[in-house]
């Protein structure tokens, strides 16, 4: 069977599974072929996520849920929320922390 690329216009021979594509085995139509299929599955995913059909991707933050840690600057063990979570609530409350001016010690 005889088809013509839809990309570069050329005419193919396809047979099998080659004759439900509809581009050529070419380096750059097969290239556009990947692009066209990760752009239509992008759009898919944003159209069920926008329907609230899936769910948005998991984050690292919702990995396991609160873990603890010790404040780096007071040391105190609080919930922390993931890694970049550092800073316990009391000390980010605190008045020095607070006015960008003052210097906030870490105890590392």
């Not at 509809?22 to 239509?40: H, Q």
């Not at 933050?61 to 890694?83: E, K, M, Q, T, V």
């Amino acid at each position: 069977m005889t088809l013509t690329c839809g990309f570069c216009g050329n005419a193919y021979e396809a047979g099998g599974q080659a004759a439900r594509r509809r581009s050529c085995d070419a380096p750059a139509c097969t290239a556009a072929r990947e692009v066209e299929r990760r752009a239509l599955k992008a759009v898919l995913m944003r159209r069920l996520r926008a329907g609230g059909k899936l769910p948005a991707p998991a984050t690292a933050l919702a990995c396991g849920g609160p873990s603890p840690r010790r404040c780096l600057r007071c040391d105190a063990l609080f919930a922390s929320a993931g890694a970049h979570h550092r800073i316990c609530t009391a000390c980010k409350d605190s008045e020095p922390w607070r006015r960008a001016t003052d210097e906030v010690p870490l105890y590392w």
